[in-house]
Structures are given as structure tokens and as C-alpha cells.
């Protein structure tokens, strides 16, 4: 059976995460070089990003790294809401990426692995949870910075 890849695309989903209502609007750029000039600009307006791999394509694996970096020099931050994800896990005979290559690059970068199929959904849903709350988890104010910002002594 043919896959058939994305070029680029723009969706809308609707998801409840930890019975609050979230919409989440997903680009979906493949990786494509043909509109790296506004990558940046996809990058610096993202809250969360989602770094797909094919579990069936070693070099898919090698190319997601460079593109982490390009998030993290954009965004001027280390700790962005990055889920690394490996794909395609319904065709786990054609494998060529090891679940522990994964993991342990996750791992290096401090966010979530995840193993997914899209063709089947598998761990889709819970994929999107997780970034929705990776996002939340960002946007809250730092528990140092919530103390003593004024003090009066009498």
C-alpha cells in the first residue's frame, strides 16, 4: 500500500484535554524545503511543535534533528513544547529505526517519545493530549517568579 506524504497543510482539531476544551491549529509542513523562508516565521508563531519521524526511514530520523535546532534557535529557548514522534508503527517488519534511538534522543532533549501510526490512528489522540498539555505546562509563570515581588514592612 502507497503512502501518501503531505506537502503542507492546515488543520483544526478539537480535543478535551483534562476536561478542559482545547482547539488546536496544526501546520503540517512535511519537512519541506519548498517554504523553508517561512519556516521561521511558522516557528516563531507555534506554541508547540510535534517532530515526526518515519519508523521505516532512517534518514527521516537524521533530518528531525536539524529542524529541533531550527525551533530552538528561533524560539531562543531550550524548553519548547516538543513531542519527538516515530511514525508508521503499523509497519513494524519495514522498521529501521529503533524505538531506543528514540527514546534516547528524547531523552537528550528533554521532551516526550511517543510511537504513532497515523494510517491506523494509533496514539494519535493521546499524541495531541500531550502536546496540548506540554503547551499548558509552558504557559505557566514560574513558581520562583511568584514570590516577594512586593513587600511591606511596618
Do not use: H
Not at 508563531?45 to 529541533?68: A, H, T, W
Amino acid at each position: 500500500e502507497k503512502y501518501d506524504p503531505t506537502i503542507e497543510d492546515f488543520y483544526r482539531k478539537e480535543i478535551e484535554v483534562d476536561s478542559s476544551p482545547s482547539v488546536l491549529e496544526i501546520l503540517d509542513t512535511a519537512g519541506t524545503e519548498q517554504f523553508a523562508s517561512m519556516r521561521d516565521l511558522y516557528i516563531k508563531n507555534g506554541q508547540g511543535f510535534i517532530l515526526v519521524y518515519s519508523l521505516v526511514n532512517q534518514q527521516s530520523f537524521q533530518d528531525i534533528k536539524p529542524m529541533r535546532d531550527q525551533i530552538v534557535r528561533v524560539k531562543r529557548y531550550e524548553k519548547v513544547p516538543l513531542i519527538l514522534v516515530g511514525n508508521k508503527v503499523d509497519l513494524e517488519s519495514e522498521r529501521e529505526v529503533l524505538s531506543a534511538e528514540g527514546r534516547a534522543l528524547a531523552q537528550e532533549w528533554g521532551c516526550p517519545f511517543m510511537e504513532t501510526s497515523a494510517k491506523s490512528k494509533t496514539m494519535v489522540d493521546e499524541l495531541f493530549a500531550e502536546i496540548v498539555r506540554q503547551m499548558n505546562y509552558a504557559s505557566l509563570p514560574e513558581k520562583q517568579d511568584q514570590c516577594c515581588t512586593t513587600c511591606i514592612v511596618q
